[in-house]
């Protein structure tokens, strides 16, 4: 499904790099460019969530979220602000904002964040109940997949992974792993296993999001929980 984001900014290239981001993470985003033509998209319905500019050149974004408030409590809204005068107002919860974020902004944040504020209004489902592909080790082949997808492992991170897969949730500190992995000889360190770590993760997490299977133990080492 694709929630209606509205995007109301009248700043042609915070809306438009807003509208391309949201359009690549899966969101349907339609822009406005003004508070009165934001209320007149509300009123005809679908829109998920607003996404909504405080400096906008007829009402205010407080405003514009004022009225929004008195016909929909439940509609959510995210605000931008430029000025931290209108981070102390958003948070004062007069203006019944759900959220926001400070100018300059990261999309892809904006983009996360919504997706939380999408869950908590039940229009998004929750995460648990989206299952992560399931990884297989193929040892014939030296691949891990993920669902269908092949992980684009380099040789120390299969390794690795295929260490901590062949057994599930024991704790290895780091030393087993460097002597498993890189070998006695090797001059590798434990920040090598915890820079391996990282990537790792962000393999899997760029196939999905729920795919998180390596727990870190503090002051122990790291587990793969499947
Ligand atoms: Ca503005």
């Known amino acids: 499904m694709n929630p209606v984001i509205l995007i109301v900014e009248d700043e042609p290239a915070i809306a438009d790099t807003l509208t391309w981001t949201?359009?690549?993470?899966?969101?349907?985003?339609?822009?406005?460019?003004?508070?009165?033509?934001a209320l007149a998209r509300i009123e005809q319905g679908g829109v998920a969530v607003v996404v909504l500019d405080?400096?906008?050149p007829d009402l205010s974004g407080f405003e514009v979220c004022r009225r929004i408030r008195a016909k929909d409590a439940a509609l959510p809204v995210m605000f931008l602000t430029a000025r931290s005068e209108e981070i102390d107002r958003v948070l004062?919860?007069?203006?019944?904002?759900?959220?926001?974020?400070?100018?300059?902004?990261?999309?892809?944040e904006v983009a996360a964040r919504l997706r939380v504020m999408l869950r908590r209004a039940g229009v998004l489902a929750a995460p648990?109940?989206?299952?992560?592909?399931?990884?297989?080790?193929?040892?014939?082949?030296?691949?891990?997949?993920?669902?269908?997808?092949s992980l684009a492992l380099t040789r120390y991170e299969y390794l690795l992974?295929?260490?901590?897969?062949?057994?599930?949730?024991?704790?290895f500190s780091r030393e087993q792993l460097l002597d498993a992995v890189w070998g006695q000889d090797s001059d590798s360190t434990d920040r090598t296993v915890d820079a391996h770590i990282k990537t790792l993760r962000a393999k899997l997490r760029a196939v999905s999001a729920e795919l998180d299977p390596i727990q870190t133990h503090r002051g122990l080492g790291y587990s793969f929980a499947p």
């Open 22 to 37: 949201l359009t690549s993470e899966g969101f349907a985003p339609c822009h406005v460019s003004t508070g009165g033509a």
């Open 54 to 56: 405080v400096g906008l």
């Open 92 to 108: 004062g919860f007069e203006i019944g904002a759900d959220d926001y974020v400070a100018k300059p902004f990261s999309p892809r």
């Open 128 to 149: 648990a109940l989206q299952a992560a592909p399931l990884l297989a080790l193929d040892e014939a082949a030296a691949q891990v997949r993920a669902g269908s997808h």
């Open 161 to 171: 992974l295929r260490h901590l897969m062949q057994q599930p949730n024991r704790v």
